[in-house]
């Protein structure tokens, strides 16, 4: 099967991550959202090394993300908003140096947003809300020149707004 795209948002699926979904590794695009699934991800996604987009958002995930997340290095978009995860965002998003958008709104994680985010420098969308967490002080985003949208809300982030959030050339929404 050389099947590339599977789109099933807004339906009525439910149970755990569909383990099957983890031997299609020539998916490069994966969006579930707005279903029922639980549950913990998988370690086996770690097999869907050519995913480029992956949207999980608005289900009832749980638990940390695996270490199998680290694996997919191919990632240009991850959507992991409105779950229920755990733990914090893991550091091994560096791995991810290919992402554009990475959208973690009110899923439970807890903060502080790490600094490896720093040199995501594809970055164009960047959107983390909700942490649960003590306060904490905002990673240098001075290298991710590409950012168009940064929204950091609800992180308990202290602090002043950095000088150089003015000098991001294409930034139009903060």
Same mark, same amino acid.
């Given at each position: ?21 983890t031997s ?10 707005? @279903?029922? &699934? #639980? +549950? ?5 996604? /770690?097999?869907?090394? %050519? =995913?480029?987009? *992956?949207? !999980? $958002?608005? @289900?009832? &995930? #749980? +638990? ?5 997340? /680290?694996?997919?290095? %191919? =990632?240009?978009? *991850?959507? !992991? $908003?409105? @779950?229920? &995860?755990? +733990? ?13 958008? *990475? ?5 439970? &994680?807890? +903060? ?9 420098t594809q970055?164009?969308? *960047? ?13 240098s985003l ?33």
């Open positions: 099967m050389q099947l590339t795209h599977l789109l099933l948002m807004g339906n009525r699926l439910s149970g755990p991550f569909p383990t099957t979904l299609m590794t020539s998916l490069t695009n994966l969006n579930i959202l707005g @279903n029922g &699934f #639980s +549950g913990h991800i998988p370690e086996h996604i /770690a097999k869907m090394k %050519n =995913l480029e987009t *992956l949207v !999980l $958002s608005s @289900n009832y &995930f #749980s +638990g940390e993300l695996s270490d199998g997340f /680290a694996n997919l290095t %191919n =990632l240009k978009e *991850l959507k !992991l $908003s409105d @779950n229920n &995860f755990t +733990g914090k965002i893991p550091k091994f998003i560096s791995r991810w140096t290919k992402i554009e958008t *990475l959208e973690v709104q009110g899923s439970s &994680f807890e +903060g502080p947003i790490p600094s490896s985010i720093s040199i995501l970055l164009k969308d *960047l959107k983390i809300t909700d942490l649960k967490t003590r306060t904490s002080t905002l990673p001075e290298k991710l020149k590409n950012l168009r949208t940064l929204v950091i809300r609800n992180c308990l982030i202290q602090g002043s707004i950095p000088n150089y959030i003015g000098n991001l050339p294409y930034l139009t929404v903060l």
